[in-house]
């Protein structure tokens, strides 16, 4: 929790981590908020407003008296989301970088066809 | 529904020192406030006034709805942890413990136990020969295990090491969130419990600077790392906290920025890095200080 975003926003993007990677599987049960506090070691009034992020884009969905719970579709939101900012967010600053370094994309083209052939 | 601290125009003189210089906040009920400021910037001395240790030279102060000062009602729903507690000669931990449930309600005994056994704290020893930290952590413990709807911490870890900070602020989050309270939490080690807190109260001379949101208050400021040239032309004409420098390389603390004006910054080749509360309160603190002096 130490990059310069607000630490509520951190924790929603943690949680859309683990909704990603199935760690948090759907219709499944999501952590209190006291244990995302205490996890985190944050105030659970931070924690709340990290998780209504979550709540309010119909990722997680609330069970009265139960908890909260993981939306069917879920991840399949998430993964869209991530897809439409992919560009901006790893696309352009390695662009960026690259020309910075003087390759040009015909030679960066070869290297991200020689790294996947290699993975 | 009533605060659970209400001071109005609040003022204590000693002499001629104003150690608090009138002063008018609120505390809502069940949060975490952290009361930070400089050595003898008159914490201490605004909590002995909420406590009724000390009298009020003018303003008011309301605990739960009524004046605290020789209010049993009032002081038996509040616990005061201070620095440099005294005890009866003689005293043992397990005599503290053992009178502690008489003036607190809520006191938990098991809490207090698993507490115990946290911090490793011999109850036979005789108080005057426990170490600094031993000390602290009794303070800690009967500031914990009262769960007094309104608890004051002021420097609660003197002596305490780095585990024993921790096993503290762990605590205080697991039992907060399962017996909600008001806590007041004075410290100047304010980056190990900036994430705890949901309100700042920042006082400085004895004049409350800053009475914010944590959340609001971290988004207050940015750094903004790059080429001279490059960061020059982004800050343009923002307001500058802080500048730093060192050969074609500059460091610039702006107010808190946009997502566009993040992408922005980013797009430039500039890094933004956190400003720590810590870093923030001591730029604002120096700031102020300026302005005062250009205004006397």
């Known amino acids: 929790m130490d990059d310069s975003r607000p630490i509520f926003a951190q924790v929603a993007e943690n949680i859309e981590n683990d ?9 499944g049960q999501a952590p209190s908020i006291n244990e995302f506090a205490a996890f985190y070691r944050i105030n659970p009034a931070t924690a709340l407003k990290g998780v209504n992020v979550l709540v309010d884009a119909g990722i997680l ?59 | 529904m009533t605060p659970t601290i209400e001071v109005t125009n609040l003022s204590k003189h000693f002499g001629k020192v104003n150690a608090v210089n009138d002063v008018s906040f609120t505390v809502e009920e069940n949060k975490i406030y952290g009361l930070l400021g400089r050595n003898g910037a008159g914490k201490t001395t605004l909590m002995q ?20 000062v020789e209010n049993a009602k009032v002081l038996q729903n509040t616990c005061f942890i201070k620095e440099s507690q005294r005890y009866p000669e003689d005293f043992r931990p397990k005599d503290v413990f053992k009178t502690a449930p008489w003036f607190f309600a809520n006191w938990d005994q098991e809490f207090a136990d698993r507490l115990i056994a946290d911090f ?109 040239t490059a960061v020059e032309a982004f800050i343009g004409n923002r307001e500058v906290l802080h500048r730093d420098g060192i050969g074609g390389l500059s460091s610039v603390t702006v107010a808190g920025l946009s997502e566009s004006e993040r992408r922005d910054a980013h797009a430039a080749g500039l890094e933004l890095s956190p400003v720590s509360l810590q870093q923030l309160i001591i730029e ?13």
Not at chain 2, 50 to 57: C, D, I, P, V
């Open chain 2, 120 to 228: 490793r704290l011999p109850l036979d020893r005789r108080i005057k020969k426990l170490s600094r930290g031993q000390l602290s952590s009794i303070g800690v413990i009967v500031g914990l295990a009262s769960r007094a709807p309104l608890t004051f911490f002021d420097e609660p870890y003197l002596g305490l090491d780095a585990v024993a900070r921790q096993i503290f602020y762990d605590r205080l989050l697991e039992d907060y969130a399962t017996h909600p309270r008001t806590v007041i939490l004075s410290t100047h080690l304010i980056d190990e419990v900036s994430n705890l807190l949901e309100h700042v109260l920042v006082i400085d001379d004895g004049k409350l600077l800053i009475n914010e949101d944590a959340e609001t208050l971290r988004n207050r400021a940015t750094n903004v790392v790059g080429m001279k």
């Open chain 1, 61 to 119: 969905y609330k069970k009265r008296g139960i908890g909260m719970f993981v939306a069917a579709g879920a991840q399949e939101q998430l993964k869209g989301a991530r897809r439409d900012s992919f560009s901006s967010e790893y696309v352009r600053p390695l662009l960026a970088e690259a020309e910075k370094l003087g390759i040009d994309s015909a030679q960066l083209t070869q290297m991200i066809a020689k790294e996947a052939n290699n993975s």
């Open chain 1, 19 to 27: 909704i990603i990677s199935g760690a948090l599987p759907e219709e």
């Open chain 2, 284 to 296: 604002l603190t120096r700031t102020e200080t300026k302005e005062f002096e250009a205004s006397a």
């Open chain 2, 49 to 68: 006034l909420l406590t009724g240790q000390e009298f009020a030279s003018s303003g008011t102060i309301s605990l739960f709805g009524q004046p605290p």
